[in-house]
C-alpha cells in the first residue's frame, strides 16, 4: 500500500511539473472514515521528554507512526495569528502538517483566527487587525487564509480539511463578527467574514474540504440554517460534544444528531469529543471533569468506561444515513501531566485523566475504537 501511495506522489509531483507557473497544486481527499486526534499539545509535550508506551509497556519511539498504526488517519492541528508566546504559528502547523503526510494521515487545519484561544466565550480579533472595520477585516483574512494554506500547498501538505475558526457559535473576531450582542442577531457580518476566509482558502487549496465548527449538537441545526440561507458553502459540520457541557443524556444526543444530520446535505463530523478514564489526578491543575455528575450515566470514569464511550461515539457518527457521517476527532489525546507545570501553552494539565495515556503514560484501551472499519 505504501508502494502505491508513494508511486502516486510521484506522479502527482511530474503533473504539476507541466501546470502553467504559479497554478496551485492540490491533492485529493483519499480516506471515507476519519479517526482522528488534535495532537497540537504533542510537540511541547515532547520536547519536555515525555516518552509514552505502548500496549505492551514498550516505549513509543515515534508517536505520529504509533498511532498510524493503531488506526489514526487523521491529525487535527490549531494555528494562532501573532501569539505573543509564538505559539501555534504556521512554521509550527507546517512541521506537524509533514509528520501527518509522512505516516499516511490527512490534516485537518484549524484555524483560531485570534491570538490565542478562540471558543463561544472567546473570539478575540487578532492584534493586528484591530482597528479594522468589516470590509477590511474581510480582505485582511481572505489574504491571511490564502497565503497560510498556500504555504502548506507549496510545502506539499495541503490540509485536506480546514476549519474557518473554532468553535463559532456566536461568530468570531468580535466585536466586528459577533452574532449575538445586546441589539439582538447579526449574522450579515459573520457570514461576510466566513466568505471572506472560504474564499482565501479555495484560492489556495480548491481540493480542500471547507468545516463550519460547532460546539454542541442541540442547538446545531439554527446555528447552520443561518448560515446556510445566507449561502455559506461548506462541506462539512464539525461538532463538539462533551457530556459535561453538551448534555450527559447520549441517547438523547444521538437522537439529536440523527435528526440534525436528516436536515442538511453536509457531511458530519465529530471534531472534538473526549472523556475521562478517571476521576483522580496526577498534577497540581484543577481538572476540568472531576465529579460523578459530569459523566454519562453507565459509562464510569474508568479505562473500560473511555473505551465504551469511544466505540458509542465511533458508532453513532458511523450510524448516519448515506454515510454522512465521515468521522471523530479526540481532543488532546496526548495532553498528560509533565514534571515542567509552568509549561508555556500547557501549564499543567486540566486534562490529564482525558488523555488516551493513563499517568504511566501508557496508551489506554479506548485507542483499539480506532482499530475499527
Known sequence: MKKLYFLFLICLVAFSCEKDEGEENTMPKTIDFYKGMDLSFLPEIESLGVTFKDENNQIIVDNYAYLASRGVNLVRIRLWINNPQDLYNLNFVKAQALRAQANGMDFLLDFHYSNTWADPGSQDVPSVWASQDVTDLSESLKNYSQNAVRELVLQGTPPAMVQIGNETNNGFLWPVGQVYDTTGENWDDYVQLTNAAIEGVQLASPD?????????????????????????????????????????????????????????????????????????????????????????????????????????????????????????CYWAPDWVATDNSGSSSTNGSSWENMALFNFNHQVNPALEVYELD
Open 208 to 328: 480542500s474540504q471547507i468545516m463550519i465548527h460547532f460546539a454542541g449538537i442541540e442547538n446545531a441545526a439554527y446555528f447552520y440554517e443561518q448560515l446556510i440561507s445566507r449561502g455559506v458553502n461548506f462541506d462539512i459540520a464539525g461538532l463538539s460534544y462533551y457530556p459535561w457541557w453538551h448534555n450527559p443524556d447520549i441517547d438523547f444526543i444521538e437522537n439529536e444528531l440523527q435528526s440534525f444530520a436528516a436536515g442538511i446535505s453536509q457531511k458530519v463530523m465529530i471534531v472534538e469529543t473526549a472523556y475521562p478514564f478517571t476521576l483522580n489526578w496526577d498534577d497540581n491543575s484543577n481538572n476540568v471533569v472531576g465529579l460523578d455528575n459530569q459523566l454519562v450515566s453507565n459509562y464510569p470514569a474508568t479505562a473500560a468506561g473511555q473505551r465504551t464511550f469511544m466505540l458509542r461515539i465511533h458508532n453513532m457518527i458511523k450510524n448516519l444515513p448515506n454515510e454522512q457521517g465521515i468521522g471523530y
